[in-house]
């Protein structure tokens, strides 16, 4: 079953951590470049990647912030991010980048993990 699935999520101060993480089961991941996506008020936009080498990639609004990471083993991806910011709230979502994966004719996308950056 293809399946994606995201967590970690919550609230959290001004200037604080997170970390994301994404299981994306049922597919060849090793053979994929990964990313994190986010949309808040605008449309969604890509602020990390990884390619199948591990060549990581980010958006300038958050380099030196966050932490791309996968394991292929896991079928996982994963985003640390720190000294978050207001700005940085959004519902993030993890997919094949270039993404989004299709399935079935389909664009496929998780629930994504809802992250609130607020005193």
């Known amino acids: 079953q293809v399946q994606l699935v995201e967590s970690g999520g919550g609230l959290v101060q001004p200037g604080g951590s997170l970390r994301l993480s994404c299981q994306f089961s049922?597919?060849?991941?090793?053979?994929?470049?990964m990313g994190w996506y986010r949309q808040g008020s605008e449309k969604r936009e890509l602020v990390a990647a990884i390619s199948r080498s591990s060549t990581k990639n980010y958006a300038d609004s958050v380099k030196g912030r966050f932490t791309i990471s996968r394991d292929n083993a896991k079928n996982s991806v994963f985003l640390d991010m720190s000294s978050l910011k207001p700005e940085d709230t959004a519902v993030y979502f993890c997919?094949?980048?270039?993404?989004?994966?299709?399935?079935?004719?389909?664009?496929?996308w998780g629930q994504g993990a809802q992250v609130t950056v607020s005193s």
């Open positions: 997919n094949t980048d270039p993404g989004p994966f299709v399935f079935m004719g389909n664009p496929l």
């Open positions: 049922g597919i060849a991941f090793s053979m994929y470049g």
